[in-house]
């Protein structure tokens, strides 16, 4: 699975949108680019994931570029409970051949009241 | 979207004794889980994957004499500690992963086992 670099932390404004970068520059044609965002002392939470194509869901929208070597998560109107570590991750299409999601380190988001 | 359940969420146990935590899927098949580590502001690691009704493979570095894993049915998989030390002392995530419509892989919320 090709590796990923996010900035480690990122303040935010309540109430203001949250855009989360994350660099994939050896993206190869098959791997999709997820998002997960653990809470502090829980597990890991899907966000959302994507191909090529951006994708909007009720969490957050994924804006990926068109080259896809790198990508935006972005919470339109984060609040305090958007407080948490967001982790980039390219994989496979998930099947039965796929492999486990490997975190890296993540970027801290602390929204400030 | 499916649910992963893990007990208990904490756990305080002695040095030297073992500690069972128990995953389970709650509304699908779980032909796969994962179990990873978590230590204070580090990422997750993994320490195992186990399909069902098979041996668990382990990555390198985790004994797989002291972390027992069990995934007997397709609903539940569990990670005994054995003789465990302060330094066992961490935050432990379990994952499952299915078919169909649950090949994606969902985590539970985790256990925090201290050991005193």
């Known amino acids: 699975d090709a590796k990923t670099t996010q900035p480690p932390s990122m303040d935010c404004a309540e109430g203001r949108a949250a855009n989360l970068p994350c660099n994939h520059s050896t993206i190869s044609g098959n791997e999709y680019v997820y998002w997960y965002r653990q809470i502090h002392s829980q597990g890991p939470q899907y966000i959302i994931h994507g191909l090529k194509n951006n994708e909007t869901n009720e969490m957050a929208s994924l804006i990926i570029t068109e080259d896809r070597k790198s990508s935006t998560l972005i919470l339109p109107h984060a609040t305090l409970r958007d407080t948490a570590v967001y982790y980039c991750i390219v994989r496979v299409a998930p099947g039965t051949s796929a492999r486990q999601l490997t975190f890296g380190s993540g970027t801290q988001l602390t929204v400030l009241p | 979207g499916a649910v992963v359940s893990q007990h208990p969420s904490r756990v305080i146990c002695k040095s030297g004794t073992s500690v069972k935590i128990e995953c389970r899927s709650l509304d699908f098949q779980a032909t796969t889980m994962f179990w990873y580590r978590q230590f204070p502001k580090q990422s997750l690691m993994l320490m195992a994957t186990?399909?069902?009704?098979?041996?668990?493979?382990?990555e390198q570095g985790v004994e797989k004499d002291k972390f027992l894993i069990n995934h007997a049915s397709l609903t539940l998989s569990t990670l005994t500690v054995t003789s465990a030390h302060p330094e066992d002392s961490s935050f432990y995530i379990c994952?499952?992963?299915?078919?169909?419509?649950?090949?994606?892989?969902?985590f539970g919320p985790g256990t925090r086992l201290t050991v005193t």
């Open positions: 994952s499952a992963r299915g078919s169909g419509i649950a090949y994606e892989q969902y």
């Open positions: 186990s399909n069902e009704g098979s041996k668990a493979t382990y």
